[in-house]
């Protein structure tokens, strides 16, 4: 028997633990009466903000409806023995000021940054013993200019002058995202003194706009064009251009041929982790593990958190503002704030009294575009995946490419369009799109001793599918086949290794995690629902149509993708707001 039969048989012995990371419960604050402020929900994106809070001096407590804290940050067991980042699963995107500020080194933070960063196997024949070509990119230029020269050596040439390209509008971006939009309606309609105080807040414009100079006009397409449309105008051959397209379309139910997807493209490649633009990497011991982090930075200050609390109500005075929450077992917690982490459609359609906000503005929240491609599947495995165009050695040890985002069905865009226009028709995709990670090949403590646990991120698959259906188990379970036939093709006895598998569908993740539609970032990241219009327009600064209720989850600017701005720059309008009382 291998290693890793010897440490599963262990572990499939064992009693099964729904959740590896220890859930927070009432130990880490008792449930007082009010609070300064109170935060709805414990996900990873805007909960931090109750940690700045909490360092202002503001009394904060957080209320998470399930055992976990995390949203969709978590590490849990679903497995025994085996630990996944069960919905998100990779770094990058968090502000390097939230890194810093809240001290997450100190509290337990460690990563493994990937390089290479990225691998994608192709599908050719091998009759004749032609070996099945890949791409392999990571921070080694020189490197990625002799990958990509297999199949191009024009774009082998170009490569470099379009990483500068993007770098460059993601630094011009990077102002934006930490802080508030400008409020245009406070500026048309303030007085002299307010919009004069206000004109510091049109410093990231300015800013953005000194950083892109004269080449404005060709950054202005790459937000607004296809993505196939500017990837077009750099290179020509396929699978590079294929490869790149995954971070247009990723999460969103879009494809690279659609107008606006070039800014989803922007929205993935201006990451940043410890100082390495652009990097990449796994949380040591799963997602979770950051949220941790986050949760002991923000004790640490004094901030209560509370476990399988559900905020049912958000409290209103007849005067129109927030006066607490009210929680599901009927416990009333007053507060002078409150900031939902929730989705919008959660916050202000369900936990808000609809007498107290503007039917133009419930309508507009009503017609957000949630609309997710996502299906995502954990994997339990006894050995690496073993790639055609890469084999594993003879003692099935982890090399590069297994620490990578691999990405199948990516040998041409038209691929991935075509698995978009299955979606449409209410069919989950022939060919799926594919973005497969393997966090154990860097992180050995996620599984027992030779096995590993997979990541698999896939799309599209239609929340509701043709006909009106709903999943069911036998669709799920349909779906995840026709996954593994897919990487089975590309790695042969992927599915002889396969321990367990979790399948969560859009209605899943929606179930699970409340990201309304099953949508990672809680609305489309499209440009329509961006800056001054995310969630709504007039209401891009966090802020509400109640005084003293803000959103400081995904749904507000600048969304989602474990990235923190969103709760930072809230937990600031909020210590504004509450200094002016």
């Known amino acids: 028997m291998t290693t890793c039969g010897r440490g599963l048989r262990r572990a499939l012995g064992a009693s099964p633990r729904p959740t590896w990371r220890r859930a927070l419960s009432d130990t880490r604050g008792r449930l007082k009466p009010e609070y300064d402020a109170v935060v709805v929900g414990a996900g990873k994106v805007g909960w931090a903000g109750a940690a700045y809070l909490q360092r202002f001096g503001v009394n904060t407590a957080v209320f998470e409806r399930r055992h976990v804290i995390g949203g969709a940050a978590v590490t849990e067991e679903i497995i025994p023995g085996f630990k996944f980042s069960r919905a998100s699963y990779l770094l990058s995107l968090l502000r390097p000021q939230i890194y810093s500020e809240l001290e997450l080194k100190k509290h337990g933070l460690r990563l493994h940054l990937r390089n290479p960063y990225s691998f994608t196997p192709m599908l050719e024949e091998s009759a004749g013993g032609k070996v099945p070509r890949s791409l392999l990119l ?11 020269a297999q199949f191009s050596r024009k774009d082998a040439q170009a490569f470099p002058k379009y990483e500068a390209f993007m770098d460059r509008l993601a630094l011009a971006i990077d102002p934006l995202l930490d802080s508030a939009p ?87 490649v201006m990451g940043n982790l410890e100082g390495i633009r652009g990097a990449w990497g796994y949380v040591q011991g799963g997602m979770g593990a950051l949220s941790d982090a986050i949760a002991s930075s923000a004790t ?53 009294p609809q007498e107290w906000l503007p039917e133009e503005f419930v309508a507009r929240i009503t017609q957000l575009d949630t609309k997710s491609p996502v299906t995502k599947i ?32 990516c040998e041409d865009t038209l691929l991935v369009h075509q698995a978009f226009e299955d979606a449409l028709d209410g069919l989950p995709s022939k060919r799926p799109l594919i973005e497969l990670c393997i966090p154990s090949s860097l992180d050995p403590t996620l599984a027992p001793p030779g096995c590993h646990v997979v990541s698999i991120f896939t799309q599209y698959t239609p929340y509701t599918l043709a006909g009106g259906k709903a999943w069911d188990e036998q669709q799920r379970n349909a779906y995840a086949d026709r996954v593994f036939d897919c990487i089975e093709a590309y790695a042969p006895g992927f599915k002889g290794s396969v321990v367990g598998r979790d399948i969560l569908t859009p209605p899943d993740l929606e179930r699970v995690f409340g990201l309304p539609g099953g949508n990672v970032f809680h609305c489309a ?54 200094r002016s009382m």
């Open 525 to 578: 990241m499209s440009l329509d629902q961006l800056y001054f219009a995310r969630p709504v327009p007039l209401h891009s600064g966090y802020r509400s149509p109640v005084r003293g209720l803000y959103l400081c989850g995904s749904g507000a600017h600048p969304g989602g993708g474990v990235m923190g701005a969103a709760g930072r720059n809230a937990a600031h309008v909020v210590f504004r707001d509450l």
């Open 300 to 352: 640490a200050h004094g901030v209560s958190i509370f476990t399988k609390k559900t905020v049912a109500k958000v409290q209103v005075s007849s005067g129109g503002r927030v006066q607490g929450v009210v929680l599901q077992d009927g416990s009333e917690v007053r507060s002078k704030v409150v900031l939902s982490n929730a989705s919008p459609q959660i916050t202000f359609l369900k936990l808000t």
């Open 138 to 148: 990571g921070t080694d230029m020189a490197e990625n200019q002799k990958q990509i």
């Open 182 to 268: 400008v409020d245009l309606e406070a500026f048309q309609r303030g007085s002299l003194l307010q919009r004069l105080k206000m004109l510091s807040t049109l410093k990231p414009l300015w800013q953005a706009g000194c950083i892109l100079g004269a080449q404005l006009p060709r950054y202005h397409q790459v937000l607004t064009a296809p993505a196939a449309k500017v990837l077009d105008q750099w290179f020509e051959s396929e699978p590079l251009k294929a490869t790149l397209a995954t971070d247009a379309v990723i999460g969103t139910m879009t494809d690279p041929y659609i107008p606006g997807s070039g800014y989803v493209l922007l929205h993935h």
């Open 378 to 409: 954990n994997v339990a495995v006894n050995r690496l995946p073993d790639f055609l165009a890469a084999p594993n050695t003879p003692r099935g040890q982890p090399l590069p490419h297994h620490q990578c985002s691999i990405h199948l069905n």
